[in-house]
């Protein structure tokens, strides 16, 4: 207990969920009716029926598995939604499985099924390991099979016809292969030709080579750029269009949330037609649908277009009027760095963006009169250089009529990146109303992660739909596995005092457990302030998230067990280091969003002042504090320490138990003694 204050039960105002017993049913009956009766005439809805099969197939995992309450609870709940046709937003701790859990009931269903993740990894454990084990030991006793695929953007895939373009292009022309020599890789090139007449997905992640970004660009298009099949000489043998495809065939369809905020922004051009969405890692869905729903205008943009203008048009001057555009656009949006804007409002940067709409005008014209049957490539460059132009025209008219003021449905600008690099980022201030209109009324929705803040659905707008919200816990025992350290007796993180104070905590913290930390900090300024100072006083090896490419730094870390790790936001999430290596997780400070995040700043004018605390700000630092926490218990055999090292976490009396109620149930303690000690025995 910190200082006399009450410990509040989590069940507090709410219902906790019940959980079922255990199960010991026959598969037979479930094989000859999955989603209304049994073989012997006894009535079995999905919600058993996907708990039979979740229970068989989990016996089936290396060790035999074992049972886990809330993930027979996570499926129960989620094949109750599919088949009502309502939507469903769960919490599912770590160690749950929760991709189990959502997979056997929607398989079961028999409803085409589209899984959105957030993250790379998230998606390749889907596909190449859950739903190639659940092919195997669920698809037999259904008596029927399933198939899935993976559906990535555009850009991710080999493009046959740059490729094709390139080799015409390289081997008549030295002009043309010094130049792509300068910016791409040959000999990588070379090695992407040789792939190409191998593979038969044309994915980016099954080259055996990591190419330069300037390499890939090469011989991939994006969405903006390419014409369609039927405008492509080689659309009847393209990577991308088979993709797309085998997606539209397929029972289930694992993509990323941004490609899904695209197909929701589209109308469904970009997914195929599905009954059931899933969408997991689920906090992170307001931003990345917002970004997804918005654009982007940049210089890149501009002169990507150049580029492939270039090709075809020689010695043009709307060319080279267009790349001029480019510069003037970076120079009138550098004064606004970080900062909302109406570029109509701003005179530089409507001036700037007004001579854009009308070069490219200009270079339009040109390029219609380039005939459509021209010699060599020129047709097909023709149409990816006309497609990239009318999607940049747009976005510069959509920016040029964006509005001011906080209302429902508006758009918001600002300016992000560095100078020399700026971009205008535009998107929804509130997100609600697409996705009322787009994607509540179409489908079935199921929202999960491991950490999904209470006002989730409001702030996506589905409190106007039918829909249920449940916790299932986590199968870690975290009263006895862990314990949670606020630093009460610290500063405040504003006192001059406070940065000090930190380094010596931590160096305690980290001597008290023999390193084996992970070190969390709100700010980069904080980051490498850290760990320059305790480089000096702490004899184990502290590695900044800068010091190698992140799949080698996790390595690293869990291979080196002592080590320390230090970073930032980047590291707060989908980090996962089981064992002793990560005994200790030090938070700096309770994560605030910042006070002038364009995006949030507008969000929080759309509330209105009185309310953006608490459903802006707050909602976001518990849920990012609970992520940041969630990286120490990985495993039923973990144990550890989350240290916090903001006193307000155990002293503000309006928002600490906001911020609790996020966290696992670990048992809590404000005195350093304790932490310590906690600490020591772990080590003993």
């Not at 190419?211 to 298009?221: D, E, G, L, Q, R």
């Not at 943009?301 to 555009?325: D, P």
């Not at 047709?379 to 009529?401: F, K, W």
């Not at 759309?606 to 608490?614: C, H, K, P, T």
Request: aromatic share 4%; hydrophobic share 40%.
């Amino acid at each position: 207990m910190w200082f006399g204050i009450r410990e509040r039960s989590r069940s507090e105002g709410s219902t906790p969920t019940k959980l079922p017993a255990p199960l010991h049913a026959e598969w037979p009956g479930l094989a000859s009716a999955p989603m209304g009766g049994s073989s012997d005439g006894a009535e079995m809805g999905p919600a058993e029926a996907s708990a039979i099969a979740l229970e068989e197939v989990c016996g089936a995992l290396p060790g035999g598995g074992e049972r886990r309450p809330g993930q027979e609870a996570m499926a129960r709940r989620v094949a109750e939604t599919i088949e009502s046709g309502s939507h469903l937003v769960i919490r599912a701790g770590t160690g749950t499985g929760k991709s189990l859990a959502y997979l056997v009931p929607a398989i079961i269903s028999g409803r085409t099924t589209v899984v959105a993740t957030a993250t790379k990894a998230l998606q390749d454990q889907l596909a190449t390991k859950d739903l190639p084990f659940l092919q195997e030991h669920l698809a037999p006793h259904l008596g029927r099979s399933f198939s899935f695929s993976v559906l990535k953007g555009r850009s991710n895939y080999l493009c046959r016809q740059r490729l094709n373009e390139l080799a015409t292009a390289t081997a008549g022309d030295q002009q043309q292969f010094d130049g792509l020599a300068e910016t791409a890789d040959v000999e990588d090139l070379a090695t992407i030709a040789a792939w190409a007449q191998e593979t038969s997905t044309g994915d980016r992640s099954d080259l055996p080579m990591e190419p330069s970004p300037a390499t890939w660009s090469a011989v991939s298009v994006g969405s903006t750029e390419c014409p369609g099949a039927a405008r492509c000489p080689s659309g009847d043998d393209c990577f991308a269009e088979d993709a797309r495809a085998a997606a539209a065939f397929s029972d289930v369809v694992v993509t990323n949330l941004h490609l899904y905020g695209i197909d929701v922004a589209s109308e469904g051009a970009i997914l195929p037609e599905h009954d059931v969405a899933i969408l997991d890692e689920a906090h992170q869905t307001e931003d990345i649908l917002a970004r997804a729903v918005g654009f982007e205008l940049r210089s890149g943009r501009f002169q990507g277009l150049v580029h492939r203008a270039r090709a075809i048009l020689t010695r043009s001057t709307a060319v080279a009027n267009v790349s001029n555009t480019a510069s003037q656009l970076d120079d009138a949006l550098s004064g606004h760095l970080g900062a909302r804007l109406v570029p109509a409002a701003s005179a530089e940067v409507a001036a700037a963006l007004r001579l854009a709409e009308t070069r490219l005008g200009a270079l339009r014209t040109e390029l219609l009169g380039l005939p459509k049957d021209g010699p060599g490539d020129v047709g097909p460059r023709r149409e990816r250089a006309l497609r990239s132009l009318e999607t940049l025209t747009d976005d510069v008219r959509a920016a040029l009529d964006l509005e001011g003021g906080p209302i429902p449905g508006l758009k918001v600008a600002w300016t992000e990146g560095t100078v020399g690099r700026p971009s205008l980022q535009v998107a929804p201030i509130d997100v609600a109303t697409v996705l009322h209109e787009r994607l509540w009324q179409e489908r079935t929705v199921i929202l999960t992660s491991a950490t999904v803040p209470a006002n989730l659905p409001i702030r996506l707008g589905l409190d106007r739909h039918d829909h249920r919200y449940e916790d299932v816990g986590s199968p870690f025992d975290f009263a006895n596995q862990s314990m949670l350290y606020c630093a009460t007796s610290m500063p405040e993180p504003r006192d001059e005092a406070y940065l000090a104070a930190c380094h010596d905590e931590i160096e305690r913290l980290v001597n008290a457990t023999g390193g084996r930390a992970l070190a969390l900090f709100t700010s980069r300024r904080a980051l490498d302030a850290a760990v320059e100072e305790l480089r000096k006083r702490l004899p184990w090896r502290i590695l900044h998230q800068d010091d190698m490419p992140r799949p080698l730094l996790m390595a690293e870390f869990a291979d080196d067990e002592t080590s320390c790790l230090f970073g930032t936001k980047g590291l707060w999430h989908g980090i996962d280091v089981p064992g002793p290596s990560l005994s200790l997780v030090v938070i700096d400070r309770i994560p605030f969003p910042r006070p002038d995040d364009p995006l949030l700043s507008a969000r929080r004018d759309l509330v209105g002042e009185r309310e953006a605390f608490r459903q802006i700000d707050l909602p976001l630092a518990a849920t990012e504090l609970a992520q940041g926490a969630g990286r120490l218990i990985r495993s039923a055999t973990d144990r550890g320490l989350v240290a916090v090292l903001d006193r307000r976490l155990a002293t503000n009396r309006s928002y600490r138990w906001d911020l609790l109620e996020a966290l696992p149930d670990m048992p809590r303690t404000g005195d350093r003694g304790e932490a310590l000690d906690f600490l020591a025995r772990l080590v003993d």
